[in-house]
């Protein structure tokens, strides 16, 4: 079942083609790697499909529906989670309520202004710290988190919309090795058991390597290679543009 | 044909006027990154000393000319010598504080005026050469409007040769652009800084010394010039310079026929442009997005419901107003009844800069439609007391969510600077439209039938008022205002509509400040303009920065503590100056707030 499909997608900065004519698609349970050295468009592809940036052209469907143009935040009430480069929680509550907030969200119920929030979806929140790792961060304030912490959080934030569809910008970035390991292998723990497909950018090919099921080279904004790992890896025109000959 | 060709030459000439102004406060922000409350004084004090030298000198031209020139270089030196003695000690302290402590100058500088010249209006001896007219288009038209109107362009021209073509003005460019890089090439930021600003001021001087032949030197001239200088800045765009002036023709020629077509509806007509101007260019005409302003400190502290102790002293504190009719008399009775009012306005104000993390200048303005919609309410249509308690809550709050509808997307600055705005033109409107509301002389009788009734009516309302506050914000509702405050994209990212959440906060911290403006009529029988000044919308401000931004406990401490103070302390002549080194020092000596500062000693 194809969750997301990107058909033509192009997107130019004055005389740039930051993303030039790209299509791909995602099936559900799927993760997919877009990769390509910087510059590459990866950013702008990423942009374009959660909403930040509008196409010139092209379209993007979600589940069959056609969401190119939409806000950022109708894009993520239909499904669609993401977390950030840079991660970022709600500094000013501890880690729970941050979770409680999301849940709140994604149940349609921020405009209730009568109900206590912090008695609120506390089962879901602890179900959910448990799946990520944060049980024992859970009461501390999310603006003293570690950064490798702040960044599951980033994650379970996402996750508490229960998304079809998972969008990371770099989640590696920032992260120490074991950390990022461990956080990947997440990721792939819960596209396989929810069936959530995960469209990821990264510069660790270690990681790319380790948990995607295909792989998107990007170059110059358009698409280089597209392909399962292994044979993207052994591609003579991926390793002479970006993996490097020396590999 | 004629009265459209004298109308926009007389527009232009204002626009000129407003320009200079507005260029020195454009330029000072765009490299100190500090938006100079005082810029209006600094015009004021330009005029004045500008009427000191010039009914010195001989009354032609050139003498004119020189007289001018001195007075820029005179309100320069001022410039600097605040830059140096204040604002450089305060680069890095939280943007509220910078526009406090330069509204504490404001204070300083206006009791200051009025110590060295007196409380009259001074007028300039105009010699003949200054009353000439010219004839345009077989209509007669002032001579100095017509060099006025040569003046904006020539200083426009001459600040884009300086910034364009000298070092020192691409250095300040650089500046604007990236402070930190120009610091890492080498340059003393410290000389740039201090002329900068020195620049500014003397813009500013200039302004006010060339708007003395139409007017005089007086004491209105500081916070009127920085209502109209703000305006045209942000409708401008922050830092740019061309856009001022784009603006400033903009607002000018709009004037120039609003005065004749709407009389009376010259300010509304400013908003309006802002407004749409905003609504479809948000940073301004020529202004850029200079991304998120920097958070401040507070924002990142753990918000937290009240603990044991805190309830326990809030216990104390209920019990003691509830007792204050048999512990004291009638002078601290109204004292009681103040804090109150002042507890209710604080808290309101909390919610739009807290968790809203909206900061307000003009917050009086909901007080202020508050107090005049009781007040009127019970005058002219002889509305009962409960009744009108509850309307004025309700104008308060539709006001607030008209207003709030067009700013609250904008960032920090420029709400800070549009709430301001607008609470000068409900100001304006309190004072100017006297049929209505009685001009300076307010609307007076409005009592409660029962006095020492009405003091727990109020005690019920402010305190039941903070408590509903609270609850709200301890909501689904107040958790997702939060977390856009804390993490916008963040919070989009999972389906929070901010801008919606911002919209609602602010009505409805517009709605509860207009309800203890209406609950001050009725405790002093009367509303005055000056329920809606600056100076009202910066002591809620004081309220709550004194006590902290981080939880609600801080407005409501820092009300108290504010009020008595006031009335002990401050209610006194030169109250302005004293208020004004106050905040100055508080700024100067606690720059990250008291509960940042109590916060660093623990």
């Given at each position: 079942?194809?969750?997301?499909?990107?058909?033509?997608?192009?997107?130019?900065?004055?005389?740039?083609?930051?993303?030039?004519?790209?299509?791909f698609?995602?099936?559900?349970g799927?993760?997919?790697?877009?990769?390509?050295?910087?510059?590459?468009?990866?950013?702008?592809c990423?942009?374009?499909?959660?909403?930040?940036?509008?196409?010139?052209?092209?379209?993007?469907?979600?589940?069959?529906?056609?969401?190119?143009?939409?806000?950022?935040?109708?894009?993520?009430?239909?499904?669609?989670?993401?977390?950030?480069?840079?991660?970022?929680?709600?500094?000013?509550?501890?880690?729970?309520?941050?979770?409680q907030?999301?849940?709140?969200?994604?149940?349609?119920?921020?405009?209730?202004?009568?109900?206590?929030?912090?008695?609120?979806?506390?089962?879901?929140?602890?179900?959910?710290?448990?799946?990520?790792?944060?049980?024992?961060?859970?009461?501390?304030?999310?603006?003293?988190?570690?950064?490798?912490d702040?960044?599951?959080?980033?994650?379970?934030?996402?996750?508490a919309?229960?998304?079809?569809?998972?969008?990371?910008?770099?989640?590696?970035?920032?992260?120490?090795?074991?950390?990022?390991?461990?956080?990947?292998?997440?990721?792939?723990?819960?596209?396989?058991?929810?069936?959530?497909?995960?469209?990821?950018?990264?510069?660790d090919?270690?990681?790319?390597?380790?948990?995607?099921?295909?792989?998107?080279?990007?170059?110059?904004?358009?698409?280089?290679?597209?392909?399962?790992?292994?044979?993207?890896?052994?591609?003579?025109?991926?390793?002479?543009?970006?993996?490097?000959?020396?590999r | 044909?004629?009265?459209?060709?004298?109308?926009?030459?007389?527009?232009?000439?204002?626009?000129?006027?407003?320009?200079?102004?507005?260029?020195?406060?454009?330029?000072?922000?765009?490299?100190?990154?500090?938006?100079?409350?005082?810029?209006?004084?600094?015009?004021?004090?330009?005029?004045?000393?500008?009427?000191s030298?010039?009914?010195?000198?001989?009354?032609?031209?050139a003498?004119?000319?020189?007289?001018?020139?001195?007075?820029?270089?005179?309100?320069?030196?001022?410039?600097?010598a605040?830059?140096?003695?204040?604002?450089?000690?305060?680069?890095?302290?939280?943007?509220?504080?910078?526009?406090?402590?330069t509204?504490?100058?404001?204070?300083?500088?206006?009791?200051?005026?009025?110590?060295?010249?007196?409380?009259?209006?001074?007028?300039?001896?105009?010699?003949?050469?200054?009353?000439?007219?010219?004839?345009?288009?077989?209509?007669?038209?002032?001579?100095?409007?017509?060099?006025?109107?040569?003046?904006?362009?020539?200083?426009?021209?001459?600040?884009?040769?300086?910034?364009?073509?000298?070092?020192?003005?691409?250095?300040?460019?650089?500046?604007?652009?990236?402070r930190?890089?120009?610091?890492?090439?080498?340059?003393?930021?410290?000389?740039?800084?201090?002329?900068?600003?020195?620049?500014?001021?003397?813009?500013?001087?200039?302004?006010?010394?060339?708007?003395?032949?139409?007017?005089?030197?007086?004491?209105?001239?500081?916070l009127?010039?920085?209502?109209?200088?703000?305006?045209?800045?942000?409708?401008?765009?922050?830092?740019?310079?061309?856009?001022?002036?784009?603006?400033?023709?903009?607002?000018?020629?709009?004037?120039?026929?609003?005065?004749?077509?709407?009389?009376?509806?010259?300010?509304?007509?400013?908003?309006?442009?802002?407004?749409?101007?905003?609504?479809?260019?948000?940073?301004?005409?020529l202004?850029?997005?200079?991304?998120?302003?920097?958070t401040?400190?507070?924002?990142?502290?753990?918000?937290?419901?009240?603990?044991?102790?805190?309830?326990?002293?809030?216990?104390?504190?209920?019990?003691?107003?509830?007792?204050?009719?048999?512990?004291?008399?009638?002078?601290?009775?109204?004292?009681?009844?103040?804090?109150?009012?002042?507890?209710?306005?604080?808290?309101?104000?909390?919610?739009?800069?807290?968790?809203?993390?909206?900061?307000?200048?003009?917050?009086a303005?909901?007080f202020?439609?508050?107090?005049?919609?009781?007040?009127?309410?019970?005058?002219n249509?002889?509305?009962?007391?409960?009744l009108?308690?509850?309307?004025?809550?309700?104008?308060?709050g539709?006001?607030?969510?008209?207003?709030g509808?067009?700013?609250?997307?904008?960032?920090?600055?420029?709400?800070?600077?549009?709430?301001?705005?607008?609470?000068?033109?409900?100001?304006?409107?309190?004072?100017?439209?006297?049929?209505?509301?009685?001009?300076?002389?307010?609307?007076?009788?409005?009592?409660?039938?029962?006095?020492?009734?009405?003091?727990?009516?109020?005690?019920?309302?402010?305190?039941?008022?903070?408590?509903?506050?609270?609850?709200?914000?301890?909501?689904?509702?107040?958790f997702?205002?939060?977390?856009?405050?804390?993490?916008?994209?963040?919070?989009?990212?999972?389906?929070?509509?901010?801008?919606?959440h911002?919209?609602?906060?602010?009505?409805?911290?517009?709605?509860?400040?207009?309800l203890?403006?209406?609950?001050?009529?009725?405790?002093?029988?009367?509303a005055?303009?000056?329920?809606?000044?600056?100076?009202?919308?910066?002591?809620?401000?004081?309220?709550?920065?004194?006590?902290?931004?981080?939880?609600?406990?801080?407005?409501?401490?820092?009300?108290?503590?504010?009020?008595?103070?006031?009335?002990?302390?401050?209610?006194?002549?030169?109250w302005?100056?004293?208020?004004?080194?106050?905040?100055?020092?508080?700024?100067?000596?606690?720059?990250?707030?008291?509960?940042?500062?109590?916060?660093?000693?623990?």
């Open positions: 079942m194809t969750v997301l499909a990107v058909t033509g997608l192009q997107k130019r900065f004055g005389g740039v083609r930051a993303v030039d004519d790209v299509t698609s995602i099936v559900a799927e993760i997919l790697a877009l990769i390509g050295p910087n510059g590459a468009g990866k950013s702008t990423f942009n374009l499909i959660n909403g930040q940036i509008a196409p010139d052209h092209g379209t993007i469907h979600l589940h069959g529906r056609d969401i190119t143009g939409l806000a950022p935040r109708q894009i993520a009430r239909l499904g669609v989670g993401r977390s950030f480069q840079i991660a970022a929680g709600f500094a000013s509550m501890t880690v729970r309520q941050n979770l907030t999301a849940f709140a969200a994604h149940h349609r119920q921020s405009w209730r202004f009568w109900h206590d929030a912090m008695g609120a979806h506390i089962a879901e929140a602890e179900a959910l710290l448990a799946r990520v790792g944060l049980v024992a961060q859970a009461d501390r304030a999310a603006g003293v988190l570690a950064y490798g702040l960044k599951r959080l980033d994650l379970a934030i996402a996750l919309g229960a998304p079809g569809l998972l969008l990371m910008d770099e989640p590696g970035a920032g992260m120490a090795l074991a950390e990022r390991g461990a956080l990947m292998r997440l990721v792939q723990k819960l596209a396989r058991e929810d069936g959530m497909a995960v469209l990821f950018t990264e510069h090919m270690a990681a790319v390597f380790a948990i995607a099921d295909r792989v998107v080279v990007l170059n110059r904004g358009k698409i280089l290679a597209s392909g399962d790992p292994a044979s993207v890896r052994a591609d003579p025109l991926v390793q002479a543009r970006y993996l490097g000959a020396g | 044909m004629s009265f459209f060709l004298t109308q926009t030459l007389t527009g232009l000439a204002s626009a000129s006027s407003l320009f200079l102004v507005a260029a020195g406060l454009t330029v000072i922000f765009g490299v100190t990154r500090v938006v100079n409350f005082a810029h209006g004084s600094l015009c004021m004090l330009g005029a004045f000393i500008g009427w030298i010039l009914t010195r000198l001989p009354r032609d031209p003498w004119f000319a020189l007289g001018v020139l001195a007075t820029a270089a005179a309100t320069a030196l001022i410039g600097a605040l830059e140096i003695g204040l604002l450089r000690r305060i680069y890095r302290a939280p943007e509220l504080f910078q526009l406090l402590a509204f504490g100058v404001v204070l300083v500088l206006a009791d200051a005026t009025l110590w060295l010249w007196g409380p009259n209006d001074l007028p300039l001896p105009r010699p003949p050469w200054l009353r000439q007219f010219v004839m345009i288009a077989g209509s007669r038209f002032p001579l100095f409007d017509l060099v006025l109107i040569a003046i904006g362009p020539l200083v426009l021209g001459g600040l884009l040769l300086v910034f364009h073509r000298t070092r020192w003005g691409v250095l300040v460019r650089a500046a604007t652009q990236d930190d890089m120009v610091a890492a090439l080498g340059v003393d930021q410290r000389l740039l800084f201090t002329s900068v600003f020195a620049l500014g001021a003397g813009l500013a001087g200039l302004g006010g010394v060339l708007a003395l032949p139409a007017g005089s030197a007086n004491l209105q001239i500081d009127a010039v920085i209502t109209e200088a703000f305006v045209i800045v942000v409708v401008g765009g922050l830092g740019s310079i061309g856009g001022a002036y784009l603006a400033a023709v903009l607002i000018g020629v709009l004037q120039a026929f609003g005065v004749v077509v709407l009389p009376g509806a010259t300010l509304v007509l400013v908003f309006v442009v802002m407004a749409v101007v905003l609504v479809v260019r948000p940073y301004g005409l202004g850029r997005d200079r991304g998120q302003s920097r401040d400190a507070e924002a990142v502290i753990l918000q937290r419901p009240a603990g044991p102790w805190q309830i326990t002293a809030a216990g104390i504190g209920l019990a003691l107003f509830l007792a204050a009719p048999l512990l004291v008399g009638p002078f601290g009775m109204a004292i009681a009844t103040e804090m109150l009012v002042a507890m209710l306005f604080a808290a309101s104000l909390h919610v739009m800069m807290g968790p809203g993390g909206m900061p307000s200048f003009g917050h303005a909901w202020g439609i508050g107090a005049y919609g009781a007040a009127l309410l019970a005058q249509l002889a509305t009962p007391m409960p009108a308690l509850a309307g004025a809550p309700i104008l308060a539709l006001a607030a969510f008209a207003v509808a067009f700013i609250v997307r904008l960032s920090g600055v420029y709400l800070a600077m549009l709430t301001l705005a607008f609470a000068q033109i409900v100001w304006a409107v309190a004072v100017q439209f006297v049929g209505l509301t009685g001009g300076d002389n307010g609307v007076l009788g409005v009592w409660p039938a029962d006095p020492r009734g009405f003091y727990y009516v109020a005690l019920a309302l402010c305190v039941g008022g903070v408590l509903v506050l609270r609850r709200i914000m301890f909501s689904p509702f107040g997702a205002l939060r977390a856009g405050r804390d993490a916008p994209a963040r919070a989009a990212a999972s389906g929070i509509d901010m801008t919606a911002r919209l609602a906060a602010f009505t409805l911290s517009g709605a509860a400040a207009g203890a403006g209406a609950i001050f009529t009725y405790s002093k029988g009367s005055f303009p000056t329920y809606i000044s600056v100076s009202h919308s910066v002591d809620a401000l004081i309220m709550v920065l004194l006590g902290g931004i981080g939880s609600l406990a801080g407005p409501i401490i820092g009300a108290i503590a504010y009020t008595g103070l006031f009335d002990l302390l401050l209610a006194s002549d030169f302005r100056a004293r208020l004004g080194a106050v905040i100055i020092a508080l700024v100067l000596f606690f720059p990250a707030g008291l509960a940042g500062w109590a916060e660093r000693r623990r």
